[in-house]
Every structure is written in C-alpha cells, then in structure tokens.
C-alpha cells in the first residue's frame, strides 16, 4: 500500500490489485459508518481510493500504512439485468480477437456475472469485471467521435455502458435500451461498486 498526499485535505491510496481497493474502500465506508472516520468523499478506482475532505490527512496515511484491511465480505446477491441486442459494429472484430463466432461471443458475455469494480469516465459508467484475463480485448486503434448511448462495450479486461453519447474507444458488441444515469432517480446511477450485473440477450444477436 502506497499513500500520496493530493492538496491539503485528500489521500491517494494505492493498492496491488483490484480486490484489495475493493477490500479498502468497504473498509474506509464502515469506519465513515460507525464515525471512526471523518471524510467527505471515498472514490474506487482500479487500484487506487481516493479520499476527500480530510481534517487530518497525515493521521490518517500513517493509520493506514500500519492496519491490516480485512478482506471484503461477499458481495450482495442482488442482481440488475441489464437488456442487450448483441449487435454491436465490432462484434465481428471481438469474434475474431477471441478466435470464436459472434454468437459465441454474445453466448460467453451473457453467462457471465459480472460486477461494477468502479465508476468513473462519465456519470453512471461502471467498469465492469467477470471475463477471464483471455477474452481481454484492446481498445480501438481510432476512437469514435461519438458512441451512441446503450452501447456494449469492451476493452481491456472490462465491460461497461455508455450512460450518454460521448467520444470512445472500447469496441463495441451490443446495445440496450436501459438508462444508466437519471437525475431524477434516487440513486441517479443504476449501477455502484459492488453491483452485480447480467447481460440478458433480447432480440436479435
């Protein structure tokens, strides 16, 4: 674990993979909880929490460095299903990275449960994990100028749904009509770290 000052009132801490920032960041929300811990913000990343609105950050990274964070408990059961036609531009091109057809391709996506290891990119986009470190794919050579909302999207070793139209370079192999982000929903975002999501096949794929 490495923590790094960022201005007079934040910490960076960054950890060796994402299960230990997953283990981090539910540890730094019980002690928020239970008042151990006075704090404005806590924000997972892919390795990384950061920490907002400190009255002591000094104390703090010094506690940090010397506890031991207890493993995360299993995740909640409940899980979003999440609508999708696989019929993404790129499917084809994902087909051929894995070396299997497109149906193959919508077939192994949608068995698998995934979860929101992080937000982050735009408001109601979760990177999501489950695939195996094989079916990893690259981001495109040339992003798009404009991916069109509901997409389904890979790269690297993450899934994730654009919330809103926006430039990208995941490739994409689905969409769905569902809405990720509305300000007039209490939580706003549908999917939060630790969500459980599945990919349902509607239509045609």
Not at 22 to 40: F, M, N, P, Y
Not at 70 to 85: H, Q, S
Not at 91 to 99: E, K, P, R, S, T
Request: proline share 10%; with cysteine; hydrophobic share 40%.
């Amino acid at each position: 674990m490495r923590v790094l000052p960022v201005g007079d009132a934040a910490l960076l801490v960054e950890v060796s993979s994402g299960e230990e920032a997953r283990a981090l960041h539910t540890e730094l929300l019980r002690r928020r909880a239970e008042g151990a811990l006075s704090v404005r913000e806590i924000v997972p990343a892919a390795r990384t929490v950061l920490l907002d609105g400190l009255t002591d950050p000094a104390r703090l990274a010094t506690e940090l460095t010397t506890s031991e964070v207890p493993p995360a408990p299993p995740r909640a059961r409940e899980t979003v299903e999440l609508p999708v036609r696989y019929d993404g531009p790129d499917l084809a091109d994902v087909a051929a990275h894995w070396g299997v057809s497109p149906e193959e391709v919508a077939r192994i996506h949608a068995d698998t449960e995934f979860s929101v290891a992080f937000c982050g990119f735009a408001p109601g986009f979760g990177y999501l994990t489950g695939l195996p470190q094989s079916y990893d794919v690259p981001r495109r050579a040339t992003p798009r100028t404009s991916v069109p909302a509901g997409a389904v999207a890979l790269a690297g070793p993450y899934t994730g749904v654009y919330p809103r139209s926006s430039p990208g370079g995941w490739q994409l192999i689905g969409s769905t009509d569902t809405v990720l982000w509305d300000h007039t929903r209490v939580p706003a975002a549908l999917l939060s770290p630790g969500t459980r999501v599945r990919f349902v096949p509607v239509g045609r794929s």
